[in-house]
């Protein structure tokens, strides 16, 4: 079980990540809505060559995945938070086994749902 400064610390971290995906998050919105004012322009289509316009579209394809991933982490933040504010004295246990998943791995990855071990099985199971 953690204790009431370590769970404070994590809290905090928490939420530096939520604000911190949230501004990434922000600044996706604000790329694809210049590029869709910039497309908007009579002479966009005239003005670019095809590769020009090939390259474009990979950029936004690439913004949208890098959104996308943005955003699975935010939910996983936000879930961590809930389980957080939901049973205080049960974060930080690993979901699979019950054992501590550890202080120092929650304090580098705070929305951390499993044990190394477990965590190590899993992704060898794969």
Not at 2 to 30: N, P, T, V
Not at 98 to 124: M, N, Q, T, W
């Amino acid at each position: 079980m953690l204790k009431k400064a370590q769970l404070e610390h994590i809290e905090k971290r928490l939420l530096a990540e939520r604000a911190r995906a949230l501004r990434s998050l922000g600044l996706f919105d604000q790329m694809a809505k210049a590029d869709r004012e910039s497309a908007d322009s009579d002479l966009a289509a005239y003005t670019d060559h095809m590769a020009d316009q090939g390259t474009e579209a990979m950029e936004r394809e690439k913004a949208a995945l890098f959104a996308t991933k943005e955003g699975r982490y935010l939910y996983r933040i936000e879930e961590a938070l809930r389980r957080l504010y939901d049973d205080p004295k049960s974060f930080g246990t690993c979901h699979t086994c019950g054992a501590s998943v550890g202080f120092e791995r929650l304090d580098a990855l705070p929305h951390a749902r499993y044990c190394i071990d477990c965590k190590v099985r899993e992704e060898e199971s794969v």
